[in-house]
């Protein structure tokens, strides 16, 4: 059964860069052909995807967001980051980890993630 947990601070300051950090159990973040997305959820509003790294270490991210993101990983510890720049209160959500399969191209919909971290609350205020 695999297993994903977010972590990382609750609150962060306009203008700073949010991070988080997705530790995976239960499965490797290298195993073909899996994809291990950022998911995001702001209140009163539906999911957003983010972005993704895959199996291979390579990432693509949504455009709206590609100027101020950058997902990482770390193989030795099985985990997976989110840095997220210069946030604003647009950016309090409540962010999400996930898995999903690299199918025909890059999943985007949350429709094709089947695991899920339980989600961590963001508030961006001063």
């Known amino acids: 059964q695999v297993q994903l947990q977010e972590s990382g601070p609750g609150l962060v300051k306009p203008s700073q860069t949010l991070s988080l950090t997705c530790t995976v159990s239960?499965?490797?973040?290298?195993?073909?052909?899996?994809?291990w997305s950022w998911i995001r959820q702001p209140p009163g509003k539906g999911l957003e995807w983010m972005g993704v790294i895959a199996y291979d270490g390579s990432t693509y991210y949504s455009p709206s967001l590609k100027s101020r993101t950058s997902i990482s990983r770390d193989t030795s510890k099985n985990q997976f980051s989110l840095q997220l720049s210069s946030v604003t209160p647009e950016d309090t959500a409540v962010y999400y980890c996930?898995?999903?399969?690299?199918?025909?191209?890059?999943?985007?919909?949350?429709?094709?993630?089947?695991?899920w971290g339980q989600g961590t609350q963001v508030t961006v205020s001063s």
């Open positions: 239960g499965g490797s973040i290298t195993t073909s052909y899996y994809a």
């Open positions: 996930a898995r999903g399969e690299v199918v025909a191209g890059i999943p985007r919909s949350e429709y094709e993630y089947d695991y």
